[in-house]
């Protein structure tokens, strides 16, 4: 491995070393500069960071906690620059231990702070002369979506259902707050969706609604993962049952309309929405690729009923409200069927108790689960290749894999490593019922025998990684892939950003390209439309067994006694400008 001649690699760059430092890496002949950072000033005339006094007013003005998503959308709108625009950053939860000075237990205030440092920025960038990035801080685009106080509106099929009611909404049509936003896409009339993935984790208590108790059960309903239900009642199901029903959803918006009240599009499913790619089909329907995070759980895509229209780019702002929804079926014989998710056919019927197609898109899982979909080892990001006529399917792991369970698309048991599938779309139609998947890399130690890895041949001691999570394709047809999971235990090496090729002799072989400081998992990559700068989330850097704001592993990105470690974007361009890679 790795002993290929470097003119048969499309990549030119030269290959990253694989390690773990207190700092961030990337590549000889690139730079990777910080954007942003949590606590920084997003909303005009926000306040300046002040860790020891942070307040939940200054952190709704503030950027977020945990950046994961990262979309990139032109200005002036309509144009295809790829040096002024939006840059629109998911903020996926919070880490108390390493927020708040002298953490111990969660108060009112703390939980308030959490609760503004989570949802989704938008900022106003641009690449100066010098070729570096900044942001403006008085751009009148520059805003804040938060969990604590941003109202939603809740659109689609399941919009304004009773099981959508709550005491503070009985429209079933008005939401405060998306949570837990992990990763996104942008959708080709440039509007921005937001996934909600783990919303289980916010909510507490004993389930007042006995109607509901299959429905939370599937999806963990309530984690109990923060205590935020003892100081805000609507994350304790004994008291609002139905309010976990308002999320799990994909949350569209307009980054060019400041005044664009956020959507939940319910037709697109409900389920730990890791995110959402959206493509123009050749027919003009938009077709959206969707994975579901957890062991056992689907690959799903979206398909509308209407089509794009490139004269009048509001026109498609209900594109996602009504179309078909599937969910994938991986066979055998190297075929994947896609399963249509739809009200009184096959299993979906008022036997299995689905009234209406409502019910059906809140209990997408169940729905899928009597379909005969297919359990995947942790599907995260999906990524669609329009011009290839491919996708590609991140799955981080599953540990629980037994021997026993074990198929041919998710082939190993106890799979720690995780691996990527390749759909091969058949005649190009995304829109199509079945297709062709293949095995592009399984991931782990090719020089560890146990691992089962499979990797292309070009792939170095420091090209593998474990645990794929975000996924992008360029302009070139190759996949770059960042992850969730690598650290000194699992694989000797940070998180960080790994370029595949995907054709030819060294189909499958990886390089490396960025790293992580310590604890940090690598989120965003999101490129500009010339491919010449990758945008880049450093999530919760500094994340380790005993790491706290006092104390933490690493003082990334500042590297100041006065300042915890934060979360923040990294915009990386080549030296010498022109395309990444
Ligand atoms: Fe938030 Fe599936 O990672
Ligand atoms: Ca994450
Ligand atoms: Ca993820
Ligand atoms: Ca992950």
Known sequence: AGSVPESAWSFQFPELEAAVDETHHVAEGYDADILIRWGDPVAPGAPAFDPMHQTAEAQEQQFGYNNDFIGFVPLPAGSDSADHGLLCINHEYTNEELMFPNYEQPTAETVAIEMAAHGHSVIEVQRGRDGKWSYRKDSPYNRRYSLRSTEMAISGPAAGHPRLQTSHDSSGTRVIGTVNNCAGGVTPWNTVLIAEENFHGYFKGENADPAEAQNHTRYGVPGGWYAWADFDDRFDIGKEPHEPNRFGWMVEYDPYDPSFTPVKRTAMGRFKHEGAETIENKDGRVVSVMGDDQRFDYVYKFVSYGRVDHNNRTNNFGLLDSGTLYV????????????????????????????????????????????????????????????????????????????????????????????????????????????????????????????????????????????????????????????????????????????IETKGDLRGSSRHFFRCPVGAEMCGPFFTPDDGTLFVAVQHPGDAEGSTFENPVTRWPDFDDNLPVRPAVVAITRNEGGQIG
């Open 328 to 499: 994938a079926r991986f066979n055998e014989d190297g075929t994947v069927d896609w399963l249509p998710i739809v009200y009184g056919t096959g299993p979906l019927t008022p036997e299995n108790g689905f009234n209406s197609q409502a019910d059906v898109l809140i209990e997408t899982r169940r729905a899928a689960d009597l379909l005969g979909a297919t359990p995947m080892d942790r599907p995260e990001d999906v990524a669609p290749d329009a011009q290839e006529g491919k996708i590609y399917v991140m799955l981080t792991s599953n540990e629980k894999r037994k021997p026993d369970a074990t198929h041919p698309a998710n082939p190993r048991a106890g799979n720690s490593a995780g691996h990527v599938l390749e759909i091969d779309v058949t005649d190009g139609d995304f829109a199509g019922l079945q297709d062709r998947w293949d095995i592009l890399v399984l991931a782990g130690d090719p020089n560890d025998p146990n691992a089962g890895a499979q990797w292309g041949k070009g792939t170095s001691q420091h090209g593998w990684f474990v645990n794929p999570d975000n996924a992008v394709v360029d302009h070139r047809g190759r996949l770059w892939i960042s992850t969730d999971g690598n650290d000194q235990e699992t694989s000797g090496r940070a998180d960080g950003v790994w370029a």
